[in-house]
């Protein structure tokens, strides 16, 4: 029962760079806001970034000025190009979406999950 498919983690080094993408197979959400979360061990999941269908971008206190969320909806696909890692940014990130074009930063306001995607960012 895939909803959104996440790729792009892996193990970098502290000021390195990843871009994570985020494909939604089953259904298109060009017209609705997606967003990025992440949840380290033992943390509550986090908001990250939201765009909404004509590219308007919000960002969460610790991320902004070094991640950039974009999306290319011929594609169904959203962007997450995260610049300047450190390793407090160390955690799974997941993407959502939502049947609706009005950003939110709570997590239960995104009723489409994919399953993760691991970043590691070593000291």
């Known amino acids: 029962q895939v909803q959104l498919v996440e790729s792009g983690g892996g193990v970098v080094q502290a000021g390195d760079s990843l871009r994570l993408s985020c494909q939604a197979p089953?259904?298109?959400?060009?017209?609705?806001?997606m967003g990025w979360f992440r949840q380290a061990p033992g943390k509550e999941r986090e908001f990250v970034a939201a765009?909404?269908?004509?590219?308007?971008?919000f960002y969460g206190d610790s991320v902004k000025g070094r991640f950039t969320i974009s999306r290319d909806n011929a594609k169904n696909t959203m962007y997450l190009q995260m610049n300047v890692l450190k390793p407090d940014d160390t955690a799974d990130y997941s993407c959502?979406?939502?049947?609706?074009?009005?950003?939110?930063?709570?997590?239960?306001?995104?009723?489409?999950w994919g399953q993760g995607t691991q970043v590691t960012v070593s000291s």
């Open positions: 959502a979406a939502r049947l609706s074009d009005w950003v939110t930063k709570r997590p239960d306001d995104y009723a489409y």
């Open positions: 089953g259904r298109t959400f060009s017209t609705y806001a």
């Open positions: 765009i909404r269908s004509r590219g308007q971008t």
